[in-house]
């Protein structure tokens, strides 16, 4: 049952080698809980399959992180490799810098 030569990967896979989960059952505990949606519908089924261009939502400790797959990992390789198969889409260094902003004392 290999995934090579398709452009297609289970999603409790994926997230395992993109290092969102840290081991794969933990990625599908928070699958069938409902944890994860996929381009807006609520995901449920760990063997729901991912292809590139698809949005992701996942709850990420205290944030929520919009992700866009850009291309399917063959592996769980190191962060950086994993990190380039996808792009975050939520602003967070922007908020980050906006709440810094604002607690920086006024002249």
């Known amino acids: ?9 289970r999603i409790d896979k994926l997230l395992w080698y993109l290092r969102l989960a ?15 949606r996929l381009e807006g519908r609520r995901i449920t089924r760990s063997s729901t399959l991912v292809h590139p261009g698809q949005h992701l939502v996942i709850p990420l400790g205290r944030e929520v992180a919009v992700i866009r797959i850009l291309t399917l990992p063959t592996r769980r390789g190191p962060a950086p490799e994993a990190q380039s198969c ?9 908020t980050s810098s906006n709440a810094d902003a604002q607690t920086l004392p006024q002249a």
């Open 1 to 9: 049952m290999g995934d090579s030569g398709t452009n297609q990967l």
């Open 86 to 94: 996808y792009t975050r889409l939520d602003d967070r260094a922007a």
């Open 22 to 36: 840290p081991s794969r059952s933990l990625a599908q505990a928070m699958i069938e809980a409902g944890h994860i």
